[in-house]
């Protein structure tokens, strides 16, 4: 608190040495509230010599009534440490103030000289005279703001005879105190022969006293942020420092902004107390200050006070003295804690009235809906007309910068001025159920069933009804769904209506139908729906293509009726969506799995590069649903570095998205974790996934897979097997037999192998083709090829990989299709043709940057890695095998690297002795046509 008083300080040492040779003086300290008054007061003896006596009075408010209470402190503070004799001596020669000081204990208020006010004034100045000769004196009164009249009128008197005595008189004073213009007052300040006024702490003296408190140096953002919020003030920096300190932060640049936004509450109660002492005009214009909040508006404020410009800017310029703000002529608080303390310093009437005559102020000068809202959310229910009007405009404006949440707020308070009943309540609750969809969906639905009641026809009850988040991406609740289901009933068929009835009825039953996509009886329905439709559903409006998209997903969980048709009938719809990033209540990802389960790529493919173009342009952040749109998209490209990269986008943001995006969300992390066998990702997905109950079939059937899978890596065959065939049973029941989306028995077939049960596995593959063959997809039905001819020997074996790469060609999943080519040249064996597949299957795999595990035996299915988690190489290394593995000799090698035999050698040597294996032929067999997972 004495940082930077050098110059104050001097100034007093010359002052007392001028005392002690007869010239006395008055000093006045003044200044705002927390620049250090008080602190230097008490460090002004230390500048007295060792032969002056120093007085000392702290004035008080309590103590204001108390005639000469100030003054009974200065004589009591000296005559405590006098001698018996000498305090005596002086008493007899003061005359008249004997009876004051006769007796310490007597308190003032029976003194009999309180009435002689002109004696006492004259003997006490006697008094002083007396002991003065003897030594110098050294006077301090401190606060003399709250000094009492009796007191102030010996000090103005003394101040008004110094001359001949020995005696400094220091008094502090805060600046802005209503009493200071009092004209006992005035006359002490303006008997002053010099007036100190210290100033706000410089940026130096704030790192010092950084450094001080934290006991290390403060980094300079830190410092400097300390510095701005105080504004120098040794009381505002002293409160935040201790504040920062107490709670265990350290002065480093992370945290200015903690240091910013910390308000200290011992600091608020002081100026709420400093407040409630200033005149009525000057509370009014801090109130009104306080309830605008900032940036202010003069005028506005002196409107909301009740004040004219007179009385404004002398309030203004109080305020400033006491250092509340940071210039007189601008309304905005020099800190956040001084708004805290002029809220706590008013009654929750007081803050009620405020805030209510600062909305009606605001509305009829035609400020924004959101400023007047702003008041309006300050008190518990308003009587102004237009208030709901008001927050439902508010609350457009939110929605229309991105913050649904302040829009809830705004429409969840227009709720309690609005009507129990009737259809305008109807509307507001549909509003804000509207508004909560995207980010409480428990609460939309809530809402929506609070205001059907209150529709008067089925028309705008199910308009309001599929307000209701639709859950294409996440779930809907039971209770949503029976809402649903009364409106269509209510509303009637969609083939009996027209025009927006219609609409409404379309989009009811697409949305009962997704919901009911788990049972198989409801799938089949939904199914046979599109089946019976003569020629193509129509596609023209929202509400048709909303449907199809239902029934195209159906269709392809079931696995029926192709997926040529599914295909082309997805076509259909997205020829009509524009290639916008809004993803809100979109049935897009629906067809991503169409597509992605169809293995028809190439249009969603252009969709989503023109919409992610679009979005480019318009500077708009994907959320996690489009970004697990691209990975699945990637993966069913065999593209596994770009889906590994949206999968690590979608972690990043799902959390914030979960109740919309959950279901793709996890569906697609888990697709990325099969493809890559990569068991650190596969085990982030389970952990992450596992944090959420799984809502749905499709994310818990996903995520039992790759359990399965995270378990055979591990070494646990049976209990992977019996985690793959669970899962299958369970999709099995309910009609999803789709195993381009779901390839329960491509992964259970290896396994089957693994614990040497080759008939099971056959069967097993069989059914596989089977299913694939009628569904017709390329890259079902070339993977079905691939496992059923690695598990046949003989020509019929051979036959059946040539096939499985003649449709996989067809495919636009090169990753499968360099699979079919590695066993079908490791098939063939040795001659042209095997390496010209080998080479060319190595070729896509490096293209696709396919991270495969390493397996210790060779199996026909890719699903399940063998090798021990330390069997993995380094990223030169992989390429090494991968290369040996495509038929490559070292010298070929050695050219397509750029490096010469000798170093492959080495790569190759490090290989064999990491895999456990002694040469070339070994490694090409443990390789199962797959590159090595990368370190």
């Given amino acids: 608190m004495l940082l930077e008083r050098g110059p104050e300080l001097a100034l007093v040492r010359e002052t007392l040495l001028a005392a002690a040779e007869g010239r006395s003086a008055l000093v006045l300290l003044t200044g705002p509230m927390g620049v250090g008054r008080s602190a230097l007061l008490r460090e002004l003896p230390s500048c007295a010599t060792d032969e002056m006596h120093v007085l000392r009075a702290n004035a008080a408010p309590m103590e204001q009534d108390f005639a000469f209470g100030v003054v009974r402190q200065l004589f009591d503070s000296l005559l405590a440490v ?70 102030l009128r010996w000090l103005a008197y003394l101040g008004k005879r110094l001359h001949g005595l020995r005696v400094v008189l220091v008094c502090s004073l805060r600046d802005g105190d209503p009493r200071a213009q009092e004209p006992l007052m005035r006359e002490v300040t303006e008997t002053a022969t010099r007036v100190l006024r210290p100033g706000p702490l410089s940026l130096e003296a704030t790192e010092a006293m950084v450094r001080e408190q934290f006991e290390e140096p403060g980094d300079e953002e830190f410092v400097r942020a300390c510095h701005e919020i105080s504004a120098g003030n040794p009381v505002f920096l002293m409160s935040v420092l201790l504040g920062l300190v107490v709670s265990g932060y350290r002065p480093t640049a992370d945290q200015a902004d903690t240091a910013r936004s910390l308000r200290p509450r011992q600091l608020k109660e002081r100026l709420a107390g400093c407040l409630r002492t200033q005149s009525q005009p000057v509370r009014d214009l801090a109130a009104a200050i306080a309830t605008l909040g900032e940036p202010g508006d003069p005028a506005l404020a002196a409107r909301l006070a009740g004040l004219d410009a007179i009385g404004s800017a002398g309030a203004l310029r109080v305020l400033h003295q006491l250092g509340l703000l940071a210039d007189e002529r601008e309304p905005r608080f020099i800190h ?273 590069a023109a919409e992610e173009q679009t979005r480019r342009q318009s500077r708009v952040v994907a959320d996690p649903v489009v970004h697990a749109e691209h990975a699945l998209v990637s993966v069913a490209r065999g593209r596994l570095a770009p889906a590994r990269d949206h999968a690590e986008r979608v972690f990043d943001l799902a959390d914030a998205h979960w109740q919309e995006a959950g279901v793709i969300s996890t569906a697609a992390l888990a697709w990325v974790a099969l493809e890559t066998g990569d068991l650190a990702f596969s085990d982030r997905v389970l952990v992450y996934a596992g944090r959420r109950r799984p809502a749905s079939l499709i994310s818990a059937s996903m995520l039992r897979l790759l359990g399965g899978m995270v378990q055979a890596q591990r070494g646990d065959w049976t209990g992977a097997l019996d985690t793959v065939l669970t899962c299958g049973r369970q999709l099995e029941v309910a009609g999803w037999h789709n195993s381009v989306l779901f390839p329960w028995r491509y992964r259970a077939v290896g396994l089957y192998q693994r614990l040497g049960d080759p008939r099971s596995a056959l069967a097993l593959a069989e059914e596989e083709y089977a299913q694939a063959a009628a569904w017709g997809a390329p890259v079902g039905v070339g993977r079905a090829l691939r496992l059923g001819g690695g598990l046949r020997d003989g020509r019929a074996g051979t036959e059946m990989l040539r096939e499985a790469v003649g449709v996989l060609r067809n495919s636009a999943n090169e990753l499968e299709l360099a699979r079919a080519l590695r066993s079908l040249g490791r098939r063939l064996g040795q001659g042209a043709e095997a390496e010209a597949l080998l080479r060319e299957a190595g070729e896509l795999a490096r293209a696709c940057a396919a991270p495969w595990r390493v397996e210790r035996v060779a199996t026909a299915g890719d699903g399940v890695s063998g090798a021990p988690p330390e069997a993995v190489l380094t990223r030169t290394e992989s390429r090494v095998a991968g290369l040996v593995g495509s038929g490559l000799t070292n010298q070929e090698i050695a050219r397509e690297l750029g490096v010469s035999c000798r170093a492959v050698e080495k790569h190759l040597t490090n290989s064999y002795r990491k895999l456990g294996i002694s040469g070339r032929r070994q490694l090409v067999a443990v390789l199962e046509g797959t590159a090595p997972a990368v370190r």
Avoid at 117 to 145: C, E, G, K, M, W
Avoid at 507 to 514: G, S
């Fill in 336 to 608: 956040r804690v001084v708004q805290d303390a002029v809220e706590y310093s008013m009654t929750m009437a007081e803050r009620q009235h405020w805030h209510e005559s600062a909305a009606s102020l605001l509305y009829s000068s035609g400020r924004p809906a959101e400023q007047v809202a702003a008041q309006l959310m300050a008190v518990a229910t308003s009587s102004r007309p237009w208030s709901a009007a008001v927050l439902r405009t508010a609350a457009d404006t939110a929605l229309r910068r991105g913050a649904p949440d302040m829009a809830a707020r705004y429409l969840r308070r227009a709720l309690l001025d609005s009507s129990e009943q009737g259809e305008d309540r109807a509307r507001l609750l549909i509003d804000l159920a509207t508004v909560e969809r995207a980010f409480d969906p428990s609460a939309c639905e809530r809402h929506i069933s609070q205001a059907i009641p209150l529709l008067s026809t089925s028309r705008d009850r199910a308009a309001a009804a599929l307000r209701i988040s639709p859950g294409f991406l996440g779930t809907v609740a039971p209770s949503a769904v029976d809402i649903l289901r009364q409106v269509a009933a209510d509303l009637g068929s969609p083939g009996l209506l027209k025009g927006p009835a219609r609409d409404a009825a379309l989009r009811l039953e697409a949305r009962l139908r997704h919901r009911a996509r788990e049972d198989a009886g409801e799938l089949a329905a939904a199914v046979e729906r599109l089946r019976r439709h003569e020629g193509d559903l129509p596609v023209c409006s929202g509400a048709e293509r909303e449907l199809l998209a239902v029934l195209l997903n159906a269709a392809t969980l079931s696995g029926s009726p192709s997926a040529a048709e599914v295909a082309h009938q997805a076509d259909r719809i997205l020829e009509r969506e524009p290639a916008t990033s809004t993803r809100a209540q979109s049935v897009l990802p629906l067809l991503v799995l169409s597509f992605v389960g169809a293995d028809s790529l190439r249009s969603i493919g252009s969709w989503l």
């Fill in 82 to 151: 006098t001698p018996d004799d000498v305090r005596e001596r002086w008493l007899r020669e003061a005359g008249s103030a004997r009876p004051v000081f006769a007796d310490h204990d007597l308190p003032l208020e029976q003194s009999p000289t309180v009435c002689a006010s002109d004696l006492v004034l004259h003997d006490l100045r006697s008094l002083l005279a007396r002991i003065s000769a003897d030594t110098p004196l050294l006077v301090l009164v401190d606060d003399l703001q709250w000094a009492d009249a009796s007191s």
